[in-house]
Protein backbone atom coordinates (compact mmCIF):
# COMPACT_ATOMS: atom_id res chain seq x y z
CA UNK A 1 0.00 0.00 0.00
CA UNK A 2 2.49 2.40 0.95
CA UNK A 3 4.30 1.50 -2.43
CA UNK A 4 0.86 2.75 -4.11
CA UNK A 5 0.74 5.77 -2.69
CA UNK A 6 4.19 6.68 -3.09
CA UNK A 7 3.64 5.92 -6.59
CA UNK A 8 0.31 8.16 -6.77
CA UNK A 9 2.34 11.02 -5.49
CA UNK A 10 5.25 10.52 -7.61
CA UNK A 11 3.09 10.79 -10.81
CA UNK A 12 1.11 13.92 -9.35
CA UNK A 13 3.53 15.88 -8.04
CA UNK A 14 7.00 14.75 -9.61
CA UNK A 15 8.50 16.30 -12.58
CA UNK A 16 7.21 15.32 -15.71
CA UNK A 17 9.66 13.08 -17.72
CA UNK A 18 8.95 15.38 -20.74
CA UNK A 19 10.46 18.01 -19.10
CA UNK A 20 14.21 18.42 -19.42
CA UNK A 21 16.30 19.67 -16.74
CA UNK A 22 18.45 23.13 -17.96
CA UNK A 23 21.24 21.12 -15.92
CA UNK A 24 20.46 18.46 -17.71
CA UNK A 25 21.30 19.55 -21.04
CA UNK A 26 24.58 21.01 -19.73
CA UNK A 27 25.35 17.58 -18.42
CA UNK A 28 28.52 16.93 -20.89
CA UNK A 29 29.36 20.43 -21.34
CA UNK A 30 31.92 20.59 -19.07
CA UNK A 31 34.71 20.41 -21.55
CA UNK A 32 33.45 23.37 -23.80
CA UNK A 33 32.92 25.61 -20.36
CA UNK A 34 36.83 25.30 -19.80
CA UNK A 35 37.36 25.93 -23.44
CA UNK A 36 35.85 28.84 -23.47
CA UNK A 37 36.97 29.98 -19.89
CA UNK A 38 39.21 32.74 -20.72
CA UNK A 39 42.57 32.64 -18.90
CA UNK A 40 44.00 35.68 -16.74
CA UNK A 41 47.54 37.11 -17.45
CA UNK A 42 49.71 35.95 -15.82
CA UNK A 43 53.07 37.87 -15.56
CA UNK A 44 56.37 35.55 -15.58
CA UNK A 45 58.35 35.45 -13.00
CA UNK A 46 61.71 34.14 -11.94
CA UNK A 47 62.22 32.35 -9.01
CA UNK A 48 65.23 30.16 -7.78
CA UNK A 49 64.78 26.77 -6.40
CA UNK A 50 66.61 24.00 -5.00
CA UNK A 51 68.07 21.62 -7.96
CA UNK A 52 66.10 17.97 -7.17
CA UNK A 53 65.73 14.83 -8.25
CA UNK A 54 62.56 13.86 -10.45
CA UNK A 55 60.80 10.87 -8.94
CA UNK A 56 59.06 8.56 -11.80
CA UNK A 57 55.39 7.24 -11.54
CA UNK A 58 55.07 3.55 -10.85
CA UNK A 59 55.62 2.11 -14.72
CA UNK A 60 53.18 -1.00 -15.48
CA UNK A 61 55.14 -4.44 -15.83
CA UNK A 62 54.56 -6.11 -18.83
CA UNK A 63 53.72 -10.21 -17.87
CA UNK A 64 56.66 -12.45 -19.15
CA UNK A 65 54.33 -15.02 -19.94
CA UNK A 66 52.82 -13.09 -23.05
CA UNK A 67 53.89 -13.89 -26.48
CA UNK A 68 56.34 -12.01 -27.82
CA UNK A 69 57.27 -10.76 -31.19
CA UNK A 70 60.47 -9.05 -32.45
CA UNK A 71 60.29 -6.37 -35.07
CA UNK A 72 64.11 -5.98 -36.18
CA UNK A 73 64.88 -2.25 -36.98
CA UNK A 74 68.26 -2.54 -39.59
CA UNK A 75 70.27 0.06 -40.99
CA UNK A 76 70.03 0.62 -44.71
CA UNK A 77 72.74 -1.96 -46.64
CA UNK A 78 74.15 1.99 -47.66
CA UNK A 79 74.68 3.28 -43.76
CA UNK A 80 76.77 -0.29 -42.21
CA UNK A 81 79.71 1.24 -43.33
CA UNK A 82 81.95 3.24 -40.97
CA UNK A 83 82.05 6.75 -42.50
CA UNK A 84 85.89 6.78 -41.61
CA UNK A 85 87.74 3.87 -42.86
CA UNK A 86 84.55 2.03 -45.01
CA UNK A 87 85.11 -1.01 -42.34
CA UNK A 88 81.24 -3.18 -42.19
CA UNK A 89 79.93 -2.64 -39.10
CA UNK A 90 79.07 -5.09 -37.00
CA UNK A 91 75.75 -6.13 -34.79
CA UNK A 92 77.18 -5.29 -31.20
CA UNK A 93 73.31 -5.43 -29.94
CA UNK A 94 70.03 -3.44 -29.55
CA UNK A 95 67.95 -1.44 -27.67
CA UNK A 96 64.80 -3.01 -26.84
CA UNK A 97 61.55 -1.39 -26.23
CA UNK A 98 58.60 -3.44 -25.65
CA UNK A 99 54.95 -2.33 -26.32
CA UNK A 100 51.63 -3.98 -25.57
CA UNK A 101 49.53 -5.13 -28.60
CA UNK A 102 46.28 -6.32 -29.22
CA UNK A 103 45.07 -9.23 -31.56
CA UNK A 104 41.04 -8.21 -32.66
CA UNK A 105 38.51 -10.68 -32.04
CA UNK A 106 38.80 -13.13 -35.23
CA UNK A 107 36.20 -15.87 -36.67
CA UNK A 108 37.34 -18.83 -38.34
CA UNK A 109 35.37 -22.00 -39.53
CA UNK A 110 36.19 -24.88 -37.96
CA UNK A 111 35.62 -28.20 -40.89
CA UNK A 112 34.76 -31.49 -39.04
CA UNK A 113 35.84 -34.09 -41.71
CA UNK A 114 34.90 -37.48 -40.56
CA UNK A 115 36.63 -40.03 -42.63
CA UNK A 116 35.03 -43.09 -44.34
CA UNK A 117 36.43 -46.37 -44.76
CA UNK A 118 35.91 -49.01 -46.61
CA UNK A 119 37.11 -52.56 -47.31
CA UNK A 120 38.78 -52.63 -51.20
CA UNK A 121 38.57 -56.31 -51.29
CA UNK A 122 34.78 -57.30 -50.60
CA UNK A 123 34.01 -53.70 -51.11
CA UNK A 124 30.74 -54.55 -49.09
CA UNK A 125 32.12 -53.03 -45.32
CA UNK A 126 32.35 -49.03 -45.10
CA UNK A 127 32.35 -47.25 -41.39
CA UNK A 128 32.67 -43.69 -40.85
CA UNK A 129 34.40 -42.05 -37.50
CA UNK A 130 31.60 -41.01 -35.25
CA UNK A 131 30.12 -37.51 -35.00
CA UNK A 132 31.80 -35.75 -31.67
CA UNK A 133 29.76 -34.96 -29.31
CA UNK A 134 28.28 -30.85 -29.60
CA UNK A 135 27.21 -28.77 -26.94
CA UNK A 136 23.89 -28.12 -29.73
CA UNK A 137 23.96 -29.90 -31.72
CA UNK A 138 23.69 -29.37 -35.67
CA UNK A 139 24.33 -25.92 -34.58
CA UNK A 140 26.93 -24.00 -36.23
CA UNK A 141 28.27 -22.38 -33.00
CA UNK A 142 31.03 -24.11 -31.37
CA UNK A 143 31.91 -24.83 -28.13
CA UNK A 144 34.31 -21.32 -27.86
CA UNK A 145 31.53 -19.22 -29.55
CA UNK A 146 29.15 -20.24 -27.12
CA UNK A 147 31.29 -19.67 -24.15
CA UNK A 148 32.98 -16.41 -25.54
CA UNK A 149 28.74 -15.11 -25.54
CA UNK A 150 27.98 -16.17 -22.58
CA UNK A 151 31.05 -14.52 -20.93
CA UNK A 152 30.63 -11.46 -22.95
CA UNK A 153 27.13 -11.02 -21.65
CA UNK A 154 27.68 -11.99 -17.90
CA UNK A 155 30.83 -11.31 -17.30
CA UNK A 156 31.10 -8.48 -19.02
CA UNK A 157 27.34 -7.24 -18.90
CA UNK A 158 27.37 -6.58 -22.66
CA UNK A 159 23.77 -7.08 -24.32
CA UNK A 160 22.95 -9.77 -27.04
CA UNK A 161 22.30 -6.73 -29.39
CA UNK A 162 25.49 -5.21 -29.14
CA UNK A 163 27.19 -8.26 -29.37
CA UNK A 164 25.43 -8.78 -32.87
CA UNK A 165 26.65 -5.08 -33.78
CA UNK A 166 30.23 -6.23 -32.74
CA UNK A 167 30.10 -9.46 -35.15
CA UNK A 168 29.16 -7.11 -37.71
CA UNK A 169 32.14 -5.50 -37.48
CA UNK A 170 34.18 -8.34 -38.10
CA UNK A 171 32.08 -9.27 -41.08
CA UNK A 172 29.38 -11.96 -39.57
CA UNK A 173 25.82 -11.36 -39.07
CA UNK A 174 24.34 -13.26 -36.58
CA UNK A 175 20.48 -13.29 -36.02
CA UNK A 176 19.89 -12.17 -32.70
CA UNK A 177 17.12 -14.67 -32.43
CA UNK A 178 20.29 -17.42 -32.89
CA UNK A 179 22.28 -15.79 -30.44
CA UNK A 180 19.06 -15.94 -27.59
CA UNK A 181 18.35 -19.70 -28.21
CA UNK A 182 22.24 -20.59 -28.19
CA UNK A 183 22.06 -18.58 -24.35
CA UNK A 184 19.33 -20.74 -23.31
CA UNK A 185 20.58 -23.83 -24.83
CA UNK A 186 23.89 -23.18 -22.35
CA UNK A 187 21.50 -22.45 -19.21
CA UNK A 188 20.02 -25.77 -19.67
CA UNK A 189 23.66 -27.20 -20.04
CA UNK A 190 24.88 -25.85 -16.72
CA UNK A 191 22.46 -26.38 -15.08
CA UNK A 192 23.89 -29.37 -12.88
CA UNK A 193 25.89 -26.38 -11.86
CA UNK A 194 23.80 -23.93 -11.25
CA UNK A 195 21.61 -26.57 -8.81
CA UNK A 196 25.32 -27.46 -7.15
CA UNK A 197 26.03 -23.73 -6.50
CA UNK A 198 22.39 -22.90 -4.76
CA UNK A 199 22.92 -26.57 -2.50
CA UNK A 200 26.17 -24.97 -1.39
CA UNK A 201 24.66 -21.25 -1.12
CA UNK A 202 21.83 -22.70 1.06
CA UNK A 203 24.01 -24.57 3.33
CA UNK A 204 25.43 -21.12 4.74
CA UNK A 205 24.95 -19.58 7.90
CA UNK A 206 24.20 -16.15 5.89
CA UNK A 207 23.45 -15.27 2.46
CA UNK A 208 24.17 -11.86 0.55
CA UNK A 209 22.72 -10.97 -2.44
CA UNK A 210 22.92 -8.23 -5.20
CA UNK A 211 19.33 -7.75 -6.89
CA UNK A 212 21.21 -5.50 -9.53
CA UNK A 213 19.98 -6.80 -13.28
CA UNK A 214 22.49 -6.96 -15.85
Avoid at 103 to 132: F, G
Amino acid sequence: MQEKIDLLLSQKYAASSEKISVDQLGLFNKAEELKNEVEPEVVAETTTVKSHERQSGPRFSIPAELLREEIIHDLPESEKLCPKDGTVLEVIGSEDHEQLDIIPAQIKVLVHCRLKYACPYCEQHSVTVAKPKQPIEKSIASLRLLAYIDVQKYADTLPLYRQNEMFKHIGIALDRTNLVNWIVKCSELVQPLINLLTEHSQQQPLIHTDETTL
